[in-house]
C-alpha cells in the first residue's frame, strides 16, 4: 500500500509543478495562519471563515493548516499524492465559496468592486491532478522512502 502512494518516477516536470503549487499555496497559508506577506492571520482568518462563509471553525482550522503545513510537506515531495488532494480540495472549495461569483478571469485591470475570477484555481487544480497521478517527482522524499530509484518515467 505505501509503495502504491508513495511510489513516483524520478520525473523533475513533477518536481517542478510540486514545489510551484506547494509554494504558492503555501504562501496563502502563511497569511492565514501566522499573517505574512499581508494576511489577516489565525484567529481572523477563521472569523471570516465562519462569519462570511458560514465555514465551521474546525473545517476552516483544517484548510490553514493544510495550506501551510500540508503545502510545506508537499515542496518537500511528502505524501505528495495525500497533499495534493487537499490542495485540489482547497482550491474546490475557494471556487465555490467565493470566486464562482466573479467568472472565469482575474481581475486583471484591479478593479475594486470585482474579485477574481477562478481561472488560477482551475491551474492550480490541474497541477493537483498531475501530482495525485505521477506522485511526487523528482528529489522527493516519498522517492526516498520508498527507495524507488530503478523506476523509471
Known amino acids: 500500500m505505501w509503495r502504491k502512494l508513495l511510489g513516483t518516477p524520478h520525473d523533475v516536470a513533477i518536481f517542478v509543478i510540486r514545489v510551484a503549487l506547494g509554494g504558492m499555496i503555501w504562501a496563502h497559508g502563511a497569511q492565514k495562519f501566522l499573517g ?74 484591479t478593479d475594486p468592486g470585482r474579485g477574481e475570477g477562478f481561472e488560477l484555481h482551475f491551474l492550480a487544480m490541474a497541477m493537483a491532478v498531475a501530482i495525485m497521478i505521477r506522485g511526487s517527482g523528482a528529489w522527493s522524499i516519498d522517492r526516498l522512502l520508498v527507495r524507488n530509484r530503478t523506476q523509471r518515467p
Open 36 to 109: 505574512w506577506f499581508g494576511g489577516h492571520g489565525w484567529i481572523d482568518t477563521l472569523r471570516f471563515f465562519e462569519h462570511s462563509l458560514h465555514i465551521p471553525a474546525p473545517l476552516g482550522a483544517v484548510a490553514i493548516l493544510t495550506e501551510f503545513f500540508g503545502m510545506a510537506a508537499l515542496v518537500l515531495g511528502l505524501l505528495g499524492r495525500v497533499f495534493a488532494a487537499g490542495a485540489a480540495t482547497i482550491m474546490v472549495v475557494a471556487v465555490l465559496t467565493i470566486h464562482h461569483r466573479f467568472g472565469f478571469y482575474m481581475n486583471w485591470y
